[in-house]
Nanobody, 123 residues
Framework: VQLQASGGGLVQAGGSLRLSCAASGRTSSNNAVGWFRQPVGEEREFVAAISWNGRNTIYADSVKGRFTISRDNANLVMYLQMNNLKPEDTATYYC?????????????????WGQGTQVTVSS
């Protein structure tokens, strides 16, 4: 399974970005997917996850109400809509496919990872 993330960039505080992650290879729509991020010099942290059917989502408290995760199972694409961005959102963002139909905040629950896309928010 290969994951290709895109959509990162430089934006001013208060702005928006939409990240995309396209899956290819031996994959299916039966697994949960999620987004993580890693600021420079820090550990990777959970951002959001969505169940295989899109009915259940969870978010990190720091992004709740600003970010929205979604998925398009027909095209094997997942998205992260990021609104009202803050400088503390600056990080490399990674998409990931979980080991099961629903997964949580632990990176160990994810088996495939994208290469990351950089998001930089200026103040």
């Amino acid at each position: 399974v290969q994951l290709q993330a895109s959509g990162g960039g430089l934006v001013q505080a208060g702005g928006s970005l939409r990240l995309s992650c396209a899956a290819s290879g031996r994959t299916s729509s039966n697994n949960a997917v999620g987004w993580f991020r890693q600021p420079v010099g820090e550990e990777r942290e959970f951002v959001a996850a969505i169940s295989w059917n899109g009915r259940n989502t969870i978010y990190a408290d720091s992004v709740k109400g600003r970010f929205t995760i979604s998925r398009d199972n027909a095209n094997l694409v997942m998205y992260l809509q990021m609104n009202n961005l803050k400088p503390e959102d600056t990080a490399t963002y990674y998409c990931a496919v979980a080991r099961s139909s629903f997964s949580g905040r632990d990176p160990a629950g994810y088996q495939y990872w994208g290469q990351g896309t950089q998001v930089t928010v200026s103040s």
